[in-house]
Each structure stands twice: as structure tokens, then as C-alpha cells.
């Protein structure tokens, strides 16, 4: 339970409760704003170098980009299932369920990663570095560039998102949070939701557009 200062301060535990979340969809709102300028200028250099780009998305990994949706889904059912199971006062389960949607989202890193040497290898690295033989064309390095920036920002993300999950695992296992007093694991449900509905953006329009 929140200490009783606290409380007084924000006039009762629900007004507490809303302004945590009405904050967290503040942030949220800015995370869309930055991802959504992102897709905007992959769309507008998309229909200037259209066959270029058909080209670059060839030399994607579509099973890897597949495997990480599937990891991704699943961790945020796990998350969805954890905070069900908490405010049905199991906070043990939700605990458990985090950690295993932690472990996922450390999967889709390394899995990521394992993408990333890939390309690399091949020669398809960003800006100056570009050197895919394959793909000698004008544009072509610019996909590479606004690949690694979508990525690799979704990626950052993600490494913040299975710390937070891991700190409310442990603090579930410790019996941080109860049928009534669970606000920080919804806050950081939503944060892991967010990471997720990203990536399934991400995912079609480099994979599969």
C-alpha cells in the first residue's frame, strides 16, 4: 500500500492510479509522434527509389523478422496474462509470467543480432559503410541506413523494456504487488504493449511490403 503521505498528497489511491496512467499515455503519445515521422520518411523515400527498394527487402531475413513477431506477440500475452493474474491476487504467477516474457524479449535481441552479422557479412551497413555488392544502386544504402534506425531505435526500446519487466518480476516474486495495489505493472504492461504494436509496423513494411 502506498504510504499515507502519499495518498494525502493526490487525495486518494484512485486519483494517484489515474494520473500514473494518464502520464504513461502522455509518453506514449510521444513514442507514436516519433515512430510515426519515422515511417513517414521511410513511405516518402520509398516511393522515390520504389524498385530499389523492392530489391533491398529481398536481402531481408523474412523467417528471422517472423520468429521475432511470434517471440514479441507471445511476451505481450505473457504480460497481459501477468497482470490479470495479479489483480486476481496471484501476484507469484504474474511474477513468473514476467520473467518468462523478459526472457523473450531477450531472445528477439539476440535473434536480432544474429540478423544485424548477417547483413553485415553481406555488406548491407548504413550510410558510408554500405558495400552490398548485390545492390550496388542509388538508394539502396539509404534503405540500409533507415533499416538499422528503426531497428536498432525498436531495439533500444526493447533492451529498456526487459529491464523494466525483470524489476516488476522481481518485485512480484517478492510480493510487491497485490489485487489492489498493482499500478507499476500496468504502467509497465503498457510500455511492453507499446514496444510490441511498434514492431508490428515495423515488421510489414520492411519484411514484407
Not at 507471445?74 to 497481459?80: E, K, M, P, Q
Not at 531477450?106 to 548477417?118: C, D, N, Q, S
Not at 516488476?168 to 510487491?176: E, I, P, S
Amino acid at each position: 500500500m502506498p504510504h499515507e503521505s502519499t495518498a494525502e498528497h493526490w487525495g486518494s489511491e484512485a486519483a494517484r492510479a489515474h494520473a500514473a496512467h494518464l502520464g504513461m499515455w502522455l509518453f506514449i503519445s510521444t513514442e507514436v509522434l516519433l515512430f510515426a515521422a519515422l515511417f513517414t520518411t521511410y513511405g516518402v523515400y520509398r516511393s522515390v527509389y520504389p524498385e530499389v527498394w523492392r530489391e533491398a527487402q529481398a536481402h531481408m531475413d523474412v523467417t528471422l523478422g517472423t520468429v521475432n513477431t511470434v517471440v514479441l506477440v507471445t511476451s505481450s500475452v505473457l504480460v497481459a496474462l501477468a497482470v490479470h493474474a495479479t489483480r486476481e491476487g496471484r501476484p507469484g504467477t504474474g511474477g513468473a509470467l514476467l520473467g518468462l516474457a523478459a526472457l523473450l524479449g531477450v531472445t528477439f535481441l539476440v535473434l536480432k543480432g544474429v540478423e544485424y552479422a548477417g547483413h553485415a557479412r553481406e555488406g548491407g551497413l548504413p550510410g558510408e559503410w554500405y558495400r552490398l555488392e548485390a545492390l550496388p544502386k542509388p538508394g539502396a544504402s539509404l534503405f540500409f541506413s533507415l533499416y538499422y534506425l528503426l531497428t536498432g531505435l525498436h531495439a533500444v526500446h526493447v533492451t529498456l523494456g526487459v529491464g523494466v519487466l525483470t524489476v516488476l518480476a522481481v518485485r512480484a516474486a517478492a510480493g510487491g504487488f497485490s489485487a489492489s495495489d498493482h499500478t507499476p505493472l500496468e504502467l509497465g504492461g503498457m510500455y511492453w504493449h507499446l514496444v510490441d504494436v511498434i514492431w508490428l509496423f515495423v515488421y510489414p513494411i520492411l519484411y514484407l511490403s
